[in-house]
């Protein structure tokens, strides 16, 4: 028992710093991008403003970026300059504010700046999840209608260089 | 050059404790030969690093922009105040300022008088160890000494405007002094195992110290959630940020260790748990460090990201935790520790330290199970505030009704007779009166934050009794104790009362939001020196009082950054508190408005448990 006690208390930390260790040395080039293709899912959501509905696909811009997000998640927070960065460069993102309660969202957007051209709210997760996303942020990039990559995880100058312009280019897409 | 004088300096005094700790450890059996000589080689080793700070302070105050990290963080036009602030305001110069704190306390620890030379040697050792790995990763990974040669810019870049705030300048150091400060019970622990000297009482020896500490890093904590309260605008106290929880940890642990360092002390019991918790304290201290420089993590705090740096931290910090680990597993069980009742003062404040355990991990497993999920999976997920609010109200419940009734019972046992006329059957029924007074008035149905505002008055009313009643007093244990239950009361009314909401105004319109009524006057335009401005300005009448408000939206030049400067008014029982939003189409301007009840109350309450310690300390005096 007692020797149980000592391989714990020297084995838990231990597993700990070799976690550390291979997260820290992982070679990781953007492991959070994907590029398969696949439909826009169906869906049936209010806006998060004025609770227009938005049905389906079509009522969403066919080439653009949607943004899933959420104002208890401190990583949207730090992305958020770069997608008002974005917006700067009249750049459309539709927001998909993710389990989130619409008062705290609101406010969220007041407070810091609005990146987005429309939010749809899906407090249930819904179609985040026939999106496939586990958590937020997640950024897709929609084209005729369908994803064509998306990127989970915060997406910054750096990342956005480097995986979605050259997705950008290669597909020709000129109006984003 | 003045920077190069500071950079050497710097290196002798690493070589310096490297020698001090190599001295420490060949004489480790000969304290009383050897006493002096460490002693002394010790604090050359500190002035050395004191006057390559103050240099670099000078530097910093002077403008010399040939520093890199002085022309990065720094700007000419900043009052001293801000470009002696600047020098903690990224990874190189708050791991300097990191460094020296740990070398202040080193020094003092130094120049008390021991009541035992050999651990306290061999303590000294162990921190001259620590103190020269982390000049290693200074020098090596994160050099603030870097010039620019051989022109150097006019001026600095512009330094991040939401750190130009005397609450924010205080946090780092504040914080940094309660961390390191850990070190010393931590290196007095270890000494004191390796010296396997069981019979002497190695807790007196350094109770004020982590005393001292913990206020530190209870006043640290404080100050940051005020800073954040204010000044970034989303009106709340605590953020669940995972560095947020970095700091938690520690302070948890620490209060446990200093409630477990006082049952020892005085009954010998429980001694292992004590060291554990010494050891504790301090690794997760420099968890910490890691895990805010390795820049593992995304966070308002983090630093920036260099593989490099995170994995030298991670092989030095992981080296000092195992290895300390490893000794304290080989001599645990020749501590004796005098077996306690179940019943009895001890077992009560071990049932807490089990309690504050279990917070810990949790908070651990907070903060890393997105690191686990991502390593595995390829995903980020954020952990958020309904998960730690889960764990932390029915724990710290629990752990509040053991503190309650552990006022009932004597260090050996006993609970002392409860009769019907007994102060807590009292307290019972006052905190119930009031509980079911709120229930009453506010409609609660939260039946958590009903029991949570239950044992917090139940705690304040204990310790009035304990005040006003009994013959003898312990200042420092009602100061911390009764902080605490204001702590929990003022955090519970908090979330019970507050409320806001987002209105729409015109010129000159008035809109009414529960009672009080608030009207748009103007909006003006204004140009600051490096930053364009709206501002509002409200004219509030909440009945009583009528007064202007003016709340700010601030896009800075450089790093087209935007700011949203909050007015607040603050009464006795609430904060009104405005920020500025957008424009909308029509016009009009939005203004969140937000009542924070009793949120003063929460920072002034962690000053009361802080300053518990300052009576802690003239005791300790007094007794020896």
């Known amino acids: 028992m007692k020797n149980i006690f000592k391989l714990f208390i020297i084995l838990v930390p231990a597993t700990f710093f070799i976690f550390f260790y291979f997260y820290l040395s992982e070679e990781k080039i953007y492991p959070g991008f994907q590029t398969d293709e696949f439909a826009f899912p169906s869906f049936y959501l209010e806006t998060l403003d004025d609770e227009k509905i938005f049905l389906n696909e079509q009522d969403l811009p066919s080439t653009g970026l949607l943004n899933v997000w959420a104002s208890w998640c401190i990583t949207c927070l730090v992305e958020h300059p770069f997608l ?65 990559a998306h990127y989970s995880g915060e997406v910054n100058e750096r990342v956005w260089t480097e995986t979605f312009l050259p997705i950008i280019n290669k597909n020709n897409i000129k109006n984003l | 050059m003045l920077i190069n004088l500071s950079h050497y300096m710097s290196i002798l005094s690493g070589a310096s404790f490297l020698l001090c700790a190599c001295l420490s450890f060949l004489f480790i059996k000969q304290a009383d030969a050897s006493k002096s000589l460490i002693k002394n080689i010790f604090s050359n080793s500190c002035y050395l690093l004191f006057i390559s700070f103050g240099i670099y302070v000078y530097l910093a105050i002077s403008d010399d922009f040939s520093v890199e990290y002085i022309a990065n963080h720094s700007n000419s036009n900043l009052p001293v105040f801000y470009k002696i602030s600047s020098i903690w305001s990224a990874h190189e110069g708050s791991m300097f300022v990191w460094i020296l704190f740990l070398a202040i306390w080193g020094y003092f620890f130094n120049l008390h008088k021991p ?19 982390f000049m290693v990763f200074l020098l090596l990974t994160s050099s603030p000494f870097t010039q620019i040669l051989p022109l150097a810019p006019e001026n600095g870049a512009d330094i991040n405007p939401v750190l130009q705030d005397p609450a924010l300048a205080m946090h780092p150091p504040t914080l ?24 002497y009482s190695w807790e007196r020896a350094i109770r004020s110290w982590s005393v001292i500490a913990w206020s530190f890093l209870t006043i640290g904590i404080a100050l940051g959630s005020w800073w954040a309260y204010y000044e970034l605008g989303w009106g709340g106290y605590w953020f669940w940020d995972p560095v947020e929880n970095v700091a938690l940890m520690p302070w948890l642990a620490a209060t446990a260790f200093i409630h477990s360092l006082k049952v020892s002390a005085d009954t010998r ?28 993590i995304d966070s308002v705090h983090s630093f ?11 092989a ?26 179940l019943i ?15 917070l810990i991990f949790s908070t651990m497993l907070g903060v890393l199970y997105p690191l686990i999920f991502e390593y595995l999976y390829n995903e980020k997920i954020s952990v958020g505030a309904p998960f730690y609010n889960s764990i932390y109200i029915p724990i710290t419940i629990i752990a509040a009704v053991f503190l309650v009734f552990s006022i009932e019972i004597n260090w050996n046992g006993s609970l002392s007779k409860i009769k019907l006329l007994h102060p807590l059957s009292f307290s019972i029924i006052f905190a119930f009166v009031i509980t079911l007074y709120l229930y009453q008035e506010f409609e609660i149905k939260n039946i958590l934050l009903l029991i949570s505002l239950f044992v917090g008055y139940l705690i304040i009313i204990r310790y009035l009794f304990v005040l006003f009643m009994s013959k003898y007093i312990n200042i420092a244990s009602f100061c911390a104790h009764f902080g605490l239950g204001v ?60 007064y202007i408000l003016e709340p700010e939206k601030r896009r800075y030049f450089v790093r087209g950054q935007i700011t949203t400067e909050t007015d607040i008014k603050v009464t006795p029982i609430k904060d009104i508190y405005v920020t500025l939003g957008d424009q909308l189409d029509d016009g009009s301007w939005i203004v969140n408005i937000q009542l924070n009840y009793f949120i003063r109350y929460i920072w002034a309450s962690m000053i009361m448990m802080a300053l518990a310690s300052l009576f802690i300390i003239s005791n300790t005096r007094r007794q020896s």
């Open chain 2, 344 to 358: 009895s003062k001890q077992s009560f404040i071990s049932i807490n330290n089990i309690l504050f355990i279990t």
């Open chain 2, 176 to 199: 940094y002094l309660g961390y390191v400060g850990f070190v010393i019970p931590f290196a007095y622990s270890i000494s004191f195992l390796i010296h396997e000297e069981y019979s």
């Open chain 2, 304 to 314: 920036a990201n260099d593989p490099e740096r995170g994995l030298y931290l991670l």
């Open chain 2, 269 to 296: 019991a429980h001694r292992s748990w004590t060291i554990l918790l010494a050891l504790l304290v301090f690794s997760l201290s420099l968890f910490g460090a890691f895990i805010v420089r390795s820049g593992i």
């Open chain 2, 316 to 341: 030095f910090c992981s080296i000092i935790v195992l290895s300390s680990l490893f000794i304290y597993a080989n001599k645990y069980e020749k501590l004796s520790s005098k077996k306690s009742t």
């Open chain 1, 84 to 148: 008002m960065n974005l917006k700067g460069k009249d750049i459309k993102i539709i927001g998909l504010n993710y389990k989130d309660e619409r008062f705290n969202a609101q406010n969220w957007l007041n407070k810091y700046g609005d990146p987005y051209s429309e939010v749809l709210y899906d407090p249930k997760g819904s179609l985040a999840l026939d999106l496939g996303v586990t958590g937020a942020p997640e950024t897709f990039l929609i084209h005729n209608g369908k994803i064509i």
């Open chain 2, 487 to 546: 702590l929990i009361v003022a955090i519970s009314l908090n979330s019970l009362l507050s409320s806001e909401r987002v209105l729409n105004l015109n010129i000159n319109e008035t809109k009414t939001y529960k009672g009080i009524n608030i009207t748009l006057e103007q909006i003006k335009v204004l140009n600051g020196s490096n930053y364009d401005s709206i501002k509002g300005f409200l004219k509030v009448n909440d009945g009583a009082n009528q």
């Open chain 2, 115 to 133: 009541s035992n030379d050999q651990i306290k040697m061999t303590s000294i050792g162990i921190i001259s160890l620590i103190l020269f790995g």
